[in-house]
């Protein structure tokens, strides 16, 4: 199980993290099944999309071993621990195993033809480019020297759903397009005018709205 805690979970803080992982462990266990919780951060965007098409690519990327740094660790340890629940080995020769198939391609491969034997077209996942491609892309521009020292994860979903890549109603249509691409994350120095990330929407007017709330 990964639970999530920080200000893009619904677990705001390390107690309420540690107090959901123990009562779903406790279900898990109670029905017969070996049941571990990881708790896992998300007071910071994890990898560098939010957005339906960008995450996908991303997610492709991680499969191939190319994905984001702190994406491709999470993963690791997460499959880590399935394959040890799974009786593999010892977690340490789960990882090895867990990064063997991200490098030799086997991971990708076997998500392919996952999505084969759902119906959907692997071509778009082997060629990223037939994805949707956002009208408007709009960089967004650090307006002072420093380092940034703390990004609020929830402040940037809703962001992303300005530029609509989620639904503010039930009603609201989805632009699987729009979303954000980070280019600096928390510790990372940047300077003025600097690109901070990169916005993908239908309007330049969504941009400029959701760059106000991403500055506050």
Known sequence: LDVKVGSGAFMKNIDEGIKLASLMVDIGESVGKRTIALITDMDRPLGKAIGNSLEVIEACNTLKGEGPEDLTNMCIELAANMLYLAKFGNLEECRIAAHRVLNDGS?????KQMVK???????VIEDNKKFDVAKVSHEVLSK????????????CGIASMILGAGRETKESS?????????????GDKIKK???????????????????KLLNM
């Open 107 to 111: 991971a990708f491969e076997k998500f």
């Open 117 to 123: 034997l759902q119906g959907g077209d692997v071509t």
């Open 144 to 155: 002072d020297d420093g380092i940034i020292n703390s990004m609020n994860t929830e402040i």
């Open 174 to 186: 989805i632009d699987y397009s729009a979303g954000i691409v980070l280019n600096k994350n928390v």
């Open 193 to 211: 005018g600097e690109k901070i990330a990169t916005f993908y929407s239908s309007s330049i007017e969504k941009c400029l709205e959701a760059e």
